[in-house]
Structure formats: C-alpha cells, structure tokens
C-alpha cells in the first residue's frame, strides 16, 4: 500500500473502495513499527487506533453519515490535550500527566471520523528548533537521519515526512511548524492568532502561539483548517473568521498580485548560499506565475529576535508557574519540605532549554527591569505590527525564506543557545503580529530540504493557500529516503 | 493626624459561576475540591473565559462608588507562588499603565465626610489553606480549592479614616450597599474582608493583613494606634511594614516576610481579550440598578410620612426593604413599615432565623388588613406573625385555627368586665378617684380575652360602668 498519499487522494481511494480504514491504519501502525525505532517521531501510539478505524469502516458500509476525514491518520504534537492519555510535552515534569479534557481540534478532528495515530515528539514544552530539548530523545530528520528535524514540533513534521501518518498537528509560537516544516519538507501553516482555538494546547507564549497544521501538500492544509479553524466558546480570543471554504478556489493562482521579499530577511549574514541561491529561484517562479515582485523593507526586523524572547520569557515564566507538583506532576517524597523547598526541589526535573527561559522570564518583566527589556519588546512588537500593515496595504503577500539555513547535524548549535535563537529570525515576525504565514517545500539542495515562506495579511488564509498551492506547482520534490 | 485606608475584598456570591469557568460561585456547599474544573485548577491546556456577569456586576459596584468607569477594561498577571493559587498567579486588574481596572476616583458619604474610593478591580479568588494538627511538629496544610476563582471585588479607599469607629460606619454603609445592589452577601461566611493601613502624625504606613471579621478590623486598628502612639512617645521610630493580626493574642505581629519586597512581574492577561464596556451597556446597568439606600429612605420618609429611624431600618437592608415594598399599598405602608420593624424585627434577629423564616408579603398585608378592619388586636397579630415567621400558614388560617380573632361584640365584652369587677374591688376603687389607672383594668381584659378584646371598645365601657 502506497501510504505516501495526499489526505484527498486518500479520501477517494476510501471511498471508491480502493483500501479501507483498517487496511490503511494497520499499514499506517506497521510503518511506524518499521521506521520509527530510527525517526523516533512519537512519544506514545493510539492503541485503539485500528478499533476507531474498524467503527468507521462500518459506518461507511453500513451507508451511515460519515465524517469528512473518512478516516486518514493523523498525528498530534505531545502538548495538545487528549482526555484519558498522556500529555508531556516532551518534559520529566510532565511524565505521567493525564489530561482529563480534550483539545477543542482534536475534538473536532475525531467529530469528523479522522484516525489519532499517537503524539509526537517535541523539544520540551515547545522551547527549542530542533527537538533535541525533548527530555525523551531527540527526533531524527527522516531525509537524513543524522540531520535535525527542526522544531519544536520536529516529531510532527518527521511523523508525515516519514509516511507515519498523513497529517500531524503542531503547534508554532516563533516558528515551531513552519521551520520543522521547512526542515523535513512538509507544509506548515501558523494561522492568523485567533483561528484556531488553543483550548488544550499546553501553554508556552500565549499571546503569539497558535496550533496549525502539518500536511504533505497545501490542499491537505486547507483541508484541514476547514476541520479545525473557527470560534470556540473555550478560548475568548478566538475570532469569528465566518467560516469559509479555504479550499475553494485554491487552484485561482496569483496572476497580477504583488509579493514584497522582505530585505531584512533575505539579506541576512546568517542565509546560507544554497538557502539564498533558492529564494531567488523562487522569485522567478512567483514571477513566472504572474505576480510582480519587489523588495520591501520592515527596519524593525533585527530587533525581533531579542523581543521575541524577551516575550515569550516573560509569559513562559508565568505560564510554566504551575507546574510545582501540588496538584499533578510526577511522585515526589514532600517529608522535611515547606512549600517553598518542595516547589523549588519539584522544579529541578525542568530541562535546561525550559530552565534558561524560566530564568529569563523572571528578569526581563521583574520591577527594574522591565522597562529596559519586556516593555522594551512590546514596543518592538507594536512597531513591526504597524510596518507590517503599511506593507501590507501595498502588496498581496511578503516573502522570504523559512529558515535562513538548512538542516545540520545534531550536536551542531545546541551549546550556543544564541546561534540557536537566530534560527527563528525569519519565522518570529509572523507570531509578533498575529499573520498567518505558511512554509511550503520548495527543493532538495544535497540532500537537505528547503522550505519557502509566504506571508498574508490577517485572516487571508484563502488567499496565502492559493500562492502557496501556485509555487507548489513549480516545485518537484524527489521521494523520502527512508 | 491619624490616617487610616482599607483594602476590601468582597466575594460576589449572587453569581451563578466563578469568574473564568462555570464551577459555582458560591462554593459552601461543597466537600472540599468538589466545586474544580480544569479551568480553575489551572490544568496545563485550561484557558480562562471570562464571566461577562461578573465584570457588570463589577461595574454597578463602581457606578453606585461614584466610580469613573474606563470604556474598556483588561486584565492582569500577578505573579508569586502560594499553594493555594493554582496557576501560581492570580488573574486581577492593575492601572499601572493606565485606567483599565472597572472603576476608580470614587466616594462615599460617610456622616457628612467623603471617603475617597481610589480604584475597584474585579480579580479571582485563590483557594483556602486548612490548617490541621497543633504542634509545630505535626502540622499539615491541607488545600481546598472550591474557592479559587470565585469572583472577587476589591475596594481601595483612599486613608481617608480618622479614626476606627468612622471604619466601622463606613464598612456598614459598604455592606448595607453591596447586598442593596444585589451582587453579594456580606454576611456570609468570608464574603468580605478587609484588610487596614494606619499612620500617625510623623509615622510611616503599616499595613495589617489576616483580619478575620469587621470586629477584628476595629479591634486590629485601635491596638495598632496605641502601639504607634506610644512608640511615638517615646521617640522610636514606626517602620514602614506590614504587620499580621493574631487573632488569639488580640495583638498585630510584624510579619517578617519578605512579602513586601516581593515582585508581582504584573503584566497582560493576553488569554482574556480587552473588554468593552461602552455608554449604551453602561446605561442600561444605571438603569438596572436598585434604588439606592438613601433614596429608598427619602421616599419611604416623604411618600409615606414614615418615622425617620423606621424608614432607616427598612431601607438599609435589603430583605426588609423588599418586604416592605411588595407587601404595602397607598394606604398602608406606614403600618407595614411599623409591623417591620416592631415586630418582625424581633422574630428574626439571626441570619438562620432569617433564612428560614416563612414570612411573605402577603402575610404582612392581611395582618395589617385585619387590624385595620378590627378583626384582629395588635397584639394578636404579633402572635400571628410569630407563628407565620415558623410555619408560613395563612392569617385567614391562623384566626379560624388560634382563636385569635377581635372580640367587639359589646354584650359580650360586658361580661367580662363585670367578672373582673367583681374580682378587682381595689382596683375599681381606685378608678374611680384616680380615672388615670384605669388602664390596669383593660390590662385585666385583655388578660382575659387572650387579647382579643378590642382594646377602644373596654375602654369606653369601663368608663361608662365606672360611671366617667
């Protein structure tokens, strides 16, 4: 069975008989028997995968509604919520936390008959763009196992490069899907903040982060947002987005519309020559399709990197405050401890991604301080929002690369936490303002993937699909070699 | 010169759920962390939504606190590590960077002085720490968090106070206020406390933290004037801090923790969208809004010439003046009012009797009814109403049942007369050279009668048989 697929492709087959959901979920399992050992994408398997396959296969012969997804198999990054199984989010301090609620996508998922293959590796509570900060082992690049996948949601983006499932859900606060997406070829969209809800998704910065989905072309993705954006009465800042079919008039192209290459991020001293050499391939694509580009300049840029962190600190500090061992956690001797030794001795199972960034969030907003750098950052944040919608009033889309590099080897950048940061250079300007921006494969350069990003104005997801499925057509991507 | 300001927090029960999930509001009749959601027990993936309710209930405490109210309010982190705060930090309001909390720049009169209210903010409430075991040795803290979340207003009163009585009238008139609108119940249980800050001439603030009750606080501040007084007498200096009331030595303790120099990172609640509250929503909560205290006493004082210290009574509290205006009518307000509060008053002086009382308002109109057509003494009907106040059975009822009803029928009360004429010889004597004590033979009547004599009627015929 042929399980490098598209969700639509596979829709079809289901429905003309070709296979049935069990047929596909068990070879789905088996695969991920066979690779996963090396890929390492999930941290824990659905075992009533194949029983949920089964209900549906009876609901489509028995001639009973079935729901859009008619079963295809998807993955869920391990700090999204799942009532009854274990919720991680790749830490020791969150070993044996069983949620007792879901997620709002993954109840909408399930509403409409897809199959949960398992959850899938992360680097600890999202922190990180490799996933070597998962307290359970990193995950490997399934284009090259000796590569990272990028991350934070590395296990996602490796779980569908690798034919483990068709789709996986990721979560992405500076560029936590797009840049594994980038990494192991797949498409990752980060929504407008407010489509989705993030009812269930285990905090890490709040106010930028949104869930967004992983898939192999851009239609799945569109497919899927259709499933999970809109309004829930669970999250106050959702927003209405009136519903529209994202896959609608996906194939219209982008014959006159104007594409800003943002300077700051395509001129950058950290963009490798094979990363630079692709942009502008993919100018003249974009040309070659009809839109006209231009440079574009957004000054604030170099300064986003420095108030991206001085953010998501600042709400990771507060966020992860909770995690002291009272309620739920891991077990814990508390004889010979006050409250304040236990929260503080509870607190040490944090890894050191988590703790540099907790230790980063008490400074940066702390009486003294805060002016100098959190509301410092804020400023930097209202400023490129209002750079942003000037460039916006003048073109369609802004682009640039997802990544300014391409994956590297592990082991590489872990111990320079600084070079590490700057990963995120072109992806954190997407979260400060709250625009969707979408990474799509765009070619293989020795080996190693190299994904395009395009950017749209707020709740223009149509439209970003529509450039993105138009650059998709230019592309040829050559088979995973796993 | 004394300086004394207040922090009050006050639950605001008469809503239905908590303040960021629909757990209830009031929390009481829960076994211990049974009133939990994973919303307020901030479970990773939880997100608060915030309870529109609350912030209007919020909002009418601001507007009848002569309050400015901002046009769009938004919430705050406040972030330390306490075992009964489940996230680790509290969800409240701050105007640090602005007026964004529901209400600020205040007053209320109190005795003819204007207390200043700085700012009220609409906040949860954290959970309650259970302390069991009597060694220090043994000692465990047990946690319940039924209460995190509950819906929390806090008052900040500019240290307008000049002394702890005027504390004392203010948080009356504070409470009288808060159950009049309809939003709390200060009488419950922990529904409201407060918190006090004094300074004497040529002192710095002390704060007093962990008082119990309103009593406590009048308590807490008169030991804490003399402690400053006489510090100030003998030259030492009175250090800026924060001080705990012991509640079993009656004493304020300096509290050595380093809470004052603890440091909140106050900053955006970005999972709660700023919130709106334009001209048109606050229009209608003024137009919503109860009658106030004084307002209700004026027309109850000119509308119905009702004596000022009844119509005070009446007024100031809610369950009785919600008597009071369903059970009267044109005529006979005076007489409910009266019956209020000479009678009723008496039968339901606890919040249990309170409670469980069966009075309605219609109970009050047929009694007043049945004086005012002479079917019942006055001192029957206070009879009745002690019956009614226990098992809420009709008056029609309780005159067929308790034989209350007024005797007037002359024949009959002549009767009784000439039997207690026959007893009281001393008495009859004495009447008739001084007719001033004549009262003591209707007594007799009425003694006889159960009360049902009506009282007019004796009168008129022991005068007559006395021959004045």
């Known amino acids: 069975m042929n399980l490098n697929t598209s969700i639509l492709q596979y829709i079809e087959d289901v429905k003309s008989g070709s296979f049935t959901v069990e047929e596909f979920i068990s070879a789905t399992i088996d695969r991920i028997k066979m690779v996963d050992g090396n890929v390492h994408a999930y941290l824990s398997l659905n075992d009533s995968a194949i029983n949920d396959a089964k209900l549906i296969d009876k609901k489509i012969s028995s001639n009973e509604k079935v729901g859009k997804c008619y079963g295809f198999p998807i993955s869920i990054k391990d700090n999204i919520c799942i009532t009854g199984t274990k919720t991680t989010c790749a830490s020791k301090i969150l070993e044996n936390f069983v949620a007792p609620y879901t997620a709002t996508v993954v109840n909408r998922l399930n509403d409409e008959d897809a199959v949960i293959t398992g959850k899938t590796n992360l680097d600890e509570f999202a922190m990180g763009l490799t996933t070597e900060f998962s307290a359970y082992g990193a995950t490997k690049n399934p284009w090259n196992i000796d590569y990272v996948p990028g991350g934070s949601s590395g296990g996602s983006a490796a779980s569908v490069a690798a034919n483990e499932c068709l789709a996986s859900l990721g979560s992405d606060t500076g560029g936590s899907v797009r840049n594994p997406a980038s990494f192991c070829s797949v498409v990752g969209l980060k929504p407008t903040y407010g489509l989705i809800s993030r009812y269930g998704l285990i905090s890490y910065a709040n106010s930028i982060e949104q869930i967004g989905p992983m898939t192999k072309t851009v239609k799945d993705n569109a497919f899927l947002l259709n499933i999970i954006a809109g309004q829930d009465s669970n999250d106050d800042t959702t927003i209405d987005n009136k519903n529209p079919d994202y896959l609608n008039e996906i194939e219209k192209g982008i014959e006159g519309k104007k594409i800003g290459i943002i300077k700051e991020m395509t001129t950058a001293d950290g963009l490798s020559q094979e990363v630079s050499t692709a942009t502008k391939e993919s100018i003249q694509d974009f040309e070659g399709l009809g839109a006209s580009c231009e440079e574009v300049s957004l000054p604030t840029i170099p300064y986003t990197v420095a108030a991206y962190y001085t953010i998501t600190s600042t709400e990771a500090g507060s966020n992860l405050a909770r995690y002291d061992n009272i309620r739920y956690g891991y077990e814990m001797e508390s004889e010979g401890y006050e409250y304040n030794s236990y929260i503080s001795k509870s607190r040490t199972k944090f890894g050191p991604e988590v703790t540099r960034r907790i230790i980063l969030g008490g400074f940066v907003p702390s009486a003294g301080h805060a002016g100098k750098y959190f509301l410092k950052a804020l400023k930097v944040k209202s400023k490129l929002i209002s750079e942003i919608n000037t460039a916006f009033e003048k073109y369609d889309y802004l682009i640039a690369p997802t990544a300014p590099v391409q994956p590297f080897r592990f082991g590489e950048k872990i111990d320079d936490p600084v070079t590490l940061m700057l990963l995120d250079y072109n992806t954190v300007t997407a979260n400060l303002t709250g625009k969707p921006a979408i990474s799509v494969p765009y070619s293989v350069i020795n080996g190693l993937p190299i994904g395009m990003q395009i950017i749209a104005n707020s709740l223009e997801e149509k439209s970003l699909f529509q450039a993105a499925y138009a650059l998709e057509t230019k592309t040829t991507i050559p088979e995973v070699p796993l | ?468």
Request: proline letters at 4%; a negative charge; one cysteine or more.
């Open chain 2, 1 to 468: 010169m004394t300086k004394i300001g207040l922090e009050i927090h006050c639950q605001l029960t008469k809503l239905e759920s908590k303040l960021f999930c629909s757990c209830k509001a009031n929390y009481r009749e829960f076994e211990p962390n049974h009133n939990v959601c994973p919303v307020c027990m901030g479970l990773p993936g939880s997100l608060p939504r915030l309870n529109q309710k609350a912030v209007e209930s919020a909002t009418s405490i601001a507007m009848a606190l002569n309050c400015a109210t901002p046009e769009k309010i938004a919430f705050f982190r406040k972030n330390y590590f306490y075992p009964d705060l489940p996230k680790n930090f509290q969800i409240t309001q701050l105007n640090v960077y602005g007026d964004m909390s529901v209400g600020g720049e205040g007053y209320v009169d109190v005795e003819g002085k204007k207390i200043k209210i700085r700012r009220i903010q609409l906040e949860e409430d954290p959970g309650r720490l259970i302390y069991e075991g009597t060694s220090d040795r043994t000692k465990i803290t047990l946690v319940d968090y039924n209460r995190a979340g509950t819906p929390l207003v806090e008052i900040v009163t500019d240290p307008d106070f000049e002394n702890p009585r005027q504390v004392r009238v203010f948080l009356n008139i504070l409470s009288d206020l808060l159950e009049n609108l309809g939003v709390a119940e200060p009488g419950l249980e922990g529904a409201m406390r407060a918190d006090g800050n004094v300074s004497i001439e040529g002192g710095n603030k002390v704060e007093i933290k962990n008082i119990g009750s309103f009593h406590d606080l009048e308590k807490a501040l008169h030991f804490e004037l003399t402690r400053q007084q006489s510090l100030h007498e003998r030259d030492i200096e009175i250090a800026m801090e924060t001080r705990h009331w012991d509640d079993r030595r009656k004493i304020t303790i300096s509290s050595r923790s380093k809470e004052e120099d603890q440091d909140y990172r106050y900053f955006l609640e970005n999972d709660i969208p700023w919130v709106k509250i334009d001209q048109e929503t606050r229009d209608v909560l003024k137009k919503n809004m109860p009658e106030s205290i004084s307002s209700k006493k004026e027309r109850y004082v000119e509308k119905y010439d009702i004596a000022p210290q009844v119509a005070d009574i009446l007024s100031s509290d809610r369950y009785y003046s919600d008597l009071f205006e369903n059970a009267h009518n044109e005529s006979n307000a005076k007489d409910i009012a009266n019956l209020i509060t000479t009678d009723l008053l008496g039968f339901i002086d606890t919040r249990e009797k309170r409670e469980t009382s069966k009075v309605t308002p219609q109970h009050l109109a047929d009694l007043v009814n049945a004086v005012n057509a002479k079917t019942l003494t006055r001192n029957s009907s206070k009879i009745a109403l002690q019956e009614i106040v226990k098992s809420g059975k009709s008056v029609k009822e309780l005159l067929d049942e308790m034989d209350l009803g007024q005797v007037s029928d002359s024949s009959e009360i002549d009767n009784i007369i000439s039997q207690i004429f026959e007893e009281e010889k001393q008495a009859v004597q004495d009447a008739k050279e001084r007719p001033e004590t004549v009262n003591f033979l209707v007594g007799k009547v009425m003694q006889k009668t159960k009360g049902k004599a009506d009282p007019a009627k004796t009168l008129e015929l022991i005068k007559s048989k006395l021959g004045q």
